[in-house]
């Protein structure tokens, strides 16, 4: 595409520009509180694409709640979490019944639409009480290869990320990502994806058109991947190390 270069052109633009930005932003945004609550933080929320918009709602301390009325009313989905700090929910777009919520304490998985919940720690380390042994802060499912599921290390909620104190000492955890190609059932480790160790991965994307390409977003930048994440070559890095707090 050739840019045009009349002085008249490169005049207008700009006043299209603001008057387009003027009247988007002079309209108010409006928001009603739908639920639930009763203490803690709402750290994720994930709507299925079906006929009642299920959604599903985790928390901090309350664990996970379900809707299937567009959020008017919700049911608490804990039997079987011992967890419930939840940092994320994904489902398998081909049976929305098979969730995962990724928690302080690793992948839980559910094949009943949250109606019961199990631990899923196949070459994950051993729990422990007193330690994040492997705290799962994103997990997303291949839209092409479902069965194909991808968990992150990390914590997204600030207090705790520069505490080495609360961090497990093992050669697995920070800057790790974990992959299953049987819906969850096992794990392994992707080794020398190119992620920083001592990276938090905060997020994790796959390329809608590519399930090949999968993306994290760690606080030492964006790692991208073009091999289903057996290597991860840094893409793009937002902040130098040096200006990280």
């Not at 009642?52 to 664990?63: E, F, L, Q, R, S």
């Not at 990724?102 to 994950?124: L, M, P």
């Not at 930048?221 to 200006?243: H, W």
């Amino acid at each position: 595409m050739k840019l045009l270069s009349f002085s008249g052109v490169h005049a207008i633009i700009p006043i299209i520009c603001f008057l387009l930005g003027t009247a988007t932003t002079t309209a108010p945004l409006t928001w009603t509180s739908i639920g639930p609550g009763g203490g803690g933080w709402l750290s994720a929320i994930t709507i299925v694409n079906d006929a009642a918009d299920t959604m599903y709602v985790g928390c901090d301390v309350g664990g996970i709640y379900k809707s299937t009325d567009h959020g008017r009313t919700w049911v608490i989905k804990n039997n079987g979490l011992s967890t419930y700090y939840v940092q994320d929910i994904a489902y398998n777009p081909k049976d929305p019944d098979i969730l995962y919520a990724a928690t302080r304490g690793g992948v839980f998985k559910s094949v009943n639409g949250g109606d019961s919940w199990e631990i899923k720690r196949d070459h994950f380390p051993a729990e422990s009480p007193y330690v994040f042994s492997a705290p799962v802060s994103d997990i997303v499912v291949d839209p092409e290869t479902p069965a194909t599921v991808y968990a992150a290390i990390g914590i997204t909620r600030a207090g705790y990320e520069t505490d080495s104190d609360h961090w497990q000492q093992d050669d697995v955890l920070k800057g790790t990502i974990f992959k299953s190609t049987d819906s969850g059932e096992t794990w392994s480790v992707i080794h020398r994806t190119g992620i920083d160790s001592s990276a938090l991965v905060y997020s994790l994307a796959i390329n809608p058109k590519d399930s090949a390409i999968l993306y994290a977003a760690t606080d030492h930048g964006m790692y991208k991947s073009s091999d289903s994440g057996k290597t991860g070559a840094l893409s793009m890095q937002v902040c130098p190390d040096t200006c990280m707090p």
